[in-house]
């Protein structure tokens, strides 16, 4: 073999690795669980079929990452959850609007294929598609030496939904004297990472060394979809909010009417140890709230006469509960008392 000639693996790009990781990929999610057969994967591109019974279908699309919980995830070596955020943050998205997801596709990007890091990636995401029941028709790994430091990677994902005309989600159904609901979180879910690791630097905390950082930081983002959907079905909500970056005040203001305000009382907001730990090494109480969910996943806005309904709709942990209701003002948001953290 000529040692000057040019190959594609020379450069840094293994096909035949690439070629390993599509098969394996298309083993995983085809796996027949109950009635949830997914396909579609290795074309070019994925063909699905709109619901014949939703009138009047419109699409929605979303799209996100996970952050820099990418790098919690490569100091513990440990990759099994961050799939199932990544289809969260999209489908969580999707649900505000009223669309039952329908299709997910992920992109990864890496410096150079590492199987056993992918596989695990992969599955996470295979485990995120069923819980939402939506179906990955596919995505694209992309090899890329140089612009990726070695063991570097990114994953994005893009969710399609669908909704008919009339079931669509709007400001408009949101009313005076209407409950907010906080859906609780599993925790930080895929938000603030960046601070969360500037302040594990500049402590030099070793999460490695912490039982309770190892369990908390890499806890797999809540998937609302199921639940949120039969509530939408049975027409017991007049709004929603994912309660991602920004936070609650900034997230829930995007869903309120003019001339309406959400007013939520932070004292009736049940936190996790997790955020009281945050807090407690040194964040305010503006910046916590401004960058972290604090144990508020996502908010459903419902007339108070259906209150007792919406709870039968969830298992103990994540029953919804009152934090706050609407009123008239000119805001959109009043924060009123503070979260106890202790």
Not at 33 to 48: A, L, R
Request: aromatic letters at 8%; glycine letters at 8%.
């Amino acid at each position: 073999m000529n040692k000057k000639l040019f190959t594609y693996k020379k450069s840094g790009v293994n096909i035949n690795a690439a070629d390993n990781f599509i098969k394996f990929i298309s083993s995983v999610s085809t796996k027949k669980k109950g009635k949830k057969k997914f396909s579609n994967i290795g074309g070019f591109g994925s063909i699905s079929d709109i619901p014949k019974h939703i009138k009047k279908p419109k699409i929605v699309a979303c799209t996100d990452g996970v952050g820099t919980k990418i790098e919690i995830a490569n100091t513990l070596n440990k990759y099994d959850t961050i799939g199932i955020d990544l289809v969260a943050m999209s489908v969580n998205d999707l649900i505000v609007q009223g669309a039952k997801p329908l299709l997910f596709l992920d992109y990864i990007s890496i410096n150079k294929i590492n199987l056993i890091k992918l596989k695990s990636i992969i599955k996470g995401v295979v485990k995120g598609c069923k819980e939402s029941d939506c179906e990955l028709v596919g995505g694209e790994t992309a090899e890329m030496p140089g612009t990726y430091e070695k063991d570097k990677f990114d994953i994005a994902g893009f969710a399609v939904g669908v909704v008919g005309k009339n079931k669509i989600l709007n400001k408009n159904k949101i009313k005076k004297n209407d409950l907010i609901l906080s859906i609780p979180s599993s925790g930080l879910h895929s938000n603030g990472f960046s601070l969360v690791r500037f302040l594990l630097n500049q402590k030099k905390i070793n999460i490695k060394k912490s039982k309770f950082l190892k369990t908390e930081l890499l806890k797999p983002t809540k998937i609302y979809v199921k639940e949120v959907l039969k509530l939408l079905d049975k027409n017991l909500v007049n709004g929603c909010a994912n309660i991602t970056g920004g936070g609650l005040a900034e997230n829930i203001k995007r869903v309120i009417p003019e001339n309406l305000v959400a007013e939520i009382n932070l004292n009736k907001i049940n936190t996790y140890k997790i955020f009281k730990w945050l807090k407690m090494n040194g964040i305010t109480d503006k910046e916590m709230l401004k960058t972290f969910n604090c144990g508020v996943g996502f908010c459903i806005i419902i007339n108070p006469k259906n209150l007792n309904k919406v709870k039968k709709y969830f298992k103990k942990k994540f029953k919804p509960y009152v934090i706050g209701k609407i009123s008239e003002g000119k805001n959109k948001v009043k924060l009123n008392g503070s979260i106890n953290w202790i």
